[in-house]
């Protein structure tokens, strides 16, 4: 009999050494990128979409999973690929040699049920290896808890009018996202032409490094990676994202140390970075920063209920000295995309976060490249040029 888990702690490749390194002083940035001049093994994968300079839509990555292409979508906001089984997975393998589990997204009320197993995946050339959800089923669960599995689906998650199917992709279902509004949270199903999966590559979202393919990368171009030669961690543009932490694809950044995540899985679980954001002009609230490229608009907590025309500062890590200074206008879902369209990072529309800080959606990636040291624990941003 198979356990029933969300995810469960595991620490596949967390036992490599990763060596500590040494803020280095600086006068004129007082938040300094480690020195990882003894790191060279990277590699830059463009976005399939990587024309979209403006962020509307999510970023996309060929990648190949049992020798058969398809497209992932790259969600910073979780962890965690899932694929559909049907792309080359043996079910009899799965019963007998993987663990059930299911994958909530509690915007879109999708649930994602089916079989957690090690799964090699190649981005690009750069292979990978973790936790995988290999689907099974899907259905509508507004009302999701682990003991009501929605055997039978709502109709509140599905297309009415607007989706249809077509000859040449077969069947097609859109999902509309009660929350966020994009039907990227959750790709486009289709029986024919590439397939898609939907890849979280973020860290402080709830399943530990274990799930994560960019924590989880084996080799690049054929050639193992070595702790020495390969720091792991990733950096996202405007065009790509680098993968394995250099002193070149960290140049320009400013840094600041996480913290591990309470009750961290293992030694490469690390929290969510610190901000604070002002509404108005209210006091700083101290809270979280997230920048989800899997959402279009907002979520914002601060010192006052969230109304619409509120002008909305958050400065990352604190407000005395930033790296990160971001300002947009609340606008409620009724008017999305219609406010602030001068504002390169402007988000669509802005509702409210349940705990204080921000996810400030994609639209930050107009004005920010951001990196992630996932063997070291350091988060940091690059302004762009303007």
């Not at 599995?149 to 509140?156: D, I, L, T, V, Y």
Request: charged letters at 20%.
């Amino acid at each position: 009999m198979h356990r029933v888990a969300t995810f469960f702690t595991a620490t596949l490749l967390a036992g490599r050494a990763a060596q500590a390194l040494p803020m280095t002083s600086s006068t004129e940035n007082p938040y300094p990128v480690p020195p990882y001049c003894a790191f060279t093994q990277s590699k830059f994968l463009p976005f399939r979409n990587s024309g979209n300079v403006n962020w509307t839509s999510p970023p996309s990555l060929n990648i190949t999973v049992n020798g058969r292409p398809l497209i992932a979508t790259m969600d910073t906001g979780s962890t965690g690929i899932v694929i559909d089984a049907k792309y080359g997975f043996n079910t009899t393998y799965l019963e007998k040699n993987c663990e059930i589990g299911h994958v909530f997204y509690t915007s879109s009320h999708w649930l994602q049920e089916g079989y957690w197993c090690i799964t090699e995946v190649d981005v690009g050339g750069v292979v990978t290896s973790a936790k995988a959800l290999i689907r099974t089923r899907e259905v509508c669960c507004p009302d999701f808890a682990d003991g009501d599995r929605c055997q039978e689906p709502a109709k509140s998650c599905v297309c009415q009018g607007t989706c249809t199917s077509t000859a040449d992709q077969g069947i097609l279902r859109r999902r509309v996202l009660e929350e966020d509004g994009d039907v990227s949270r959750i790709e486009a199903r289709q029986t024919a032409s590439v397939g898609k999966a939907y890849m979280g590559i973020g860290f402080a979202r709830g399943n530990p490094p274990a799930y994560n393919l960019f924590m989880n990368v084996t080799s690049i171009d054929g050639v193992p990676t070595v702790s020495s030669k390969f720091r792991t961690g990733y950096v996202i543009t405007s065009t790509g994202v680098w993968l394995g932490i250099t002193k070149s694809n960290t140049a320009g950044f400013s840094a600041i140390k996480l913290n591990l995540r309470e009750g961290h899985a293992d030694n490469r679980d690390w929290g969510e970075p610190p901000c604070d954001v002002q509404i108005n002009n209210g006091s700083w609230t101290r809270g979280t920063f997230l920048a989800d490229t899997g959402i279009p608009n907002a979520y914002v907590k601060g010192d006052v209920p969230n109304k619409e025309g509120n002008q909305i500062t958050i400065r990352i890590p604190d407000p005395s000295t930033p790296f990160g200074d971001v300002k947009f206008v609340s606008v409620p879902k009724s008017k999305a995309g219609t406010v602030g369209t001068d504002n390169p990072m402007q988000p669509t529309w802005v509702g409210t976060r349940t705990v204080p800080g921000v996810n400030t959606g994609r639209k930050f990636y107009n004005g920010y490249d951001l990196y992630f040291d996932g063997d070291g624990g350091y988060f940091g941003l690059r302004e762009k040029s303007k």
